[in-house]
């Protein structure tokens, strides 16, 4: 994912990229089914819905999906280097939820807003460049990695309660210095 821009633009690239995502979707469920009980695979299933049949659709060459992809990728790729703005205030709010000063009642909260102001962040960007189909195809990719859970659970956090609790835009987030593993796993990815 690192690099001027991780999104592929055609087919070699694809599948170059899909060996990634599948091995790491394989490591996902592989831990899934060897570390969690069954109850916790059950919730995942339910929240995972269909994610795992939607991936091999996006990564089987001449899909429908795939086309589509490729249909708006190049404009995508265009715009990303100008999203570094929304990740690191997205690896802020991690690391806010993770941090141990946060309490148990806020942390959906922070999570849902943290999420929303990302999407609209993004949503932003792709807009102006690449017009509302493309902003409505990146909902739909974005959902087939996170799946629907979160857009699901936050939709009702609005932006005054959020304004409240998130870090200020623009705050400098920890990096490879946080305690939080999620929060370096982040910074890995966007190279701090």
Known sequence: MQGDSPIPTNEEEMTS??????EANHCMN????????????????????????RLNEFC??????????LKHAGCLAEVYPEERPCFLDLQVTIEKIVDKSTSNEDRVPI???????????????IEPKCGAETVHYATEMFD???????RTICSNFKEDRCAQILPAPGTQPQ??????AVARLLAAFLNN
């Open 17 to 22: 990229s899909c060996e990634y995502i599948q």
């Open 30 to 53: 592989n831990y899934t089914d060897k570390c969690t009980t069954p109850m916790v695979r059950e919730l995942l299933d339910v929240f995972m819905g269909d994610s795992n049949a």
């Open 60 to 69: 089987t060459a001449g899909s429908e999906m795939r086309a589509n992809f």
């Open 111 to 125: 999570l849902c807003c943290g999420y929303n102001h990302f999407v609209q962040c993004i949503h932003g960007l």
């Open 144 to 150: 087939m990695f996170a799946t629907t859970m979160p």
């Open 175 to 180: 990096g490879s210095q946080s305690k939080s």
